[in-house]
T-cell receptor
Framework: SAVISQKPSRDICQRGTSLTIQCQVD?????MFWYRQQPGQSLTLIAT?????????ESGFVIDKFPISRPNLTFSTLTVSNMSPEDSSIYLC???????????FGPGTRLTVT | GEDVEQSLFLSVREGDSSVINCTYT??????LYWYKQEPGAGLQLLTY?????DMKQDQRLTVLLNKKDKHLSLRIADTQTGDSAIYFC????????????FGKGTRLHILP
């Protein structure tokens, strides 16, 4: 399995500011995903980030609000821009392991926007 | 459509078996998963099953798949207090770039 770390683990931010979340994996992976889990809800895919190409965003998510970087095969960042209280969620990074059907998740970043 | 449905709550006495059920709508689903999320923690991949399998057993966990009815279940034998968590059913298709669709999660509560 892949070991995934995220920074920060939690943050409290003011409305209108931006936060960049980092995701680090202990092995090289092709596919990385960013999910959002709103309070008491299930997980919703924000975007797929593959190294060497632009991130692919799901319906309802746009690059201006959630810019993503994928500079190499072990690292990615997600920025939550111009935050509002509705952005308060857990943001999770996910990777597909060496066996293609096994998808692993990081511990998540708990974001509270005041 | 791409829906995964599961009941929201389940209460089970310690030592009994827990059975968490899930239905999905996409008949072309390739892989089906169960994830566990403990309070304040990330998601732990518990087990998965290929769509061409009927059953998979892993220690206290048994996954049953009825592909005809698009029904997946997770049985936890000898339920313990450490099993208290939210369990997410999920499915993916290879031709959907491995994107996983999650159910809303079943909160398993263990009674003493």
């Amino acid at each position: 399995s892949a070991v995934i770390s995220q920074k920060p683990s939690r943050d409290i931010c003011q409305r209108g500011t931006s936060l960049t979340i980092q995701c680090q994996v202990d092995s090289q992976v092709t596919m990385m995903f960013w999910y959002r889990q709103q309070p008491g809800q299930s997980l919703t895919l924000i975007a797929t980030a593959n190294q060497g190409s632009e991130a692919t965003y799901e319906s309802g998510f746009v690059i201006d609000k959630f810019p993503i970087s994928r500079p190499n095969l072990t690292f990615s960042t997600l920025t939550v821009s111009n935050m509002s209280p509705e952005d308060s969620s857990i943001y999770l990074c996910s990777v597909v392991g060496t066996v293609s059907y096994e998808q692993y998740f990081g511990p998540g970043t708990r974001l509270t926007v005041t | 459509g791409e829906d995964v449905e599961q009941s929201l709550f389940l209460s089970v006495r310690e030592g009994d078996s827990s059975v968490i059920n899930c239905t999905y709508t996409d008949s072309s689903s390739t892989y089906l998963y169960w994830y566990k999320q403990e309070p304040g923690a990330g998601l732990q991949l518990l087990t998965y099953i290929f769509s061409n399998m009927d059953m998979k057993q892993d220690q206290r966990l048994t996954v049953l798949l009825n592909k005809k009815d698009k029904h997946l279940s997770l049985r936890i034998a000898d339920t313990q207090t450490g099993d208290s968590a939210i369990y997410f059913c999920a499915e993916s298709r290879k031709n959907r770039d491995d994107k996983i669709i999650f159910g809303k999660g079943t909160r398993l509560h263990i009674l003493p």
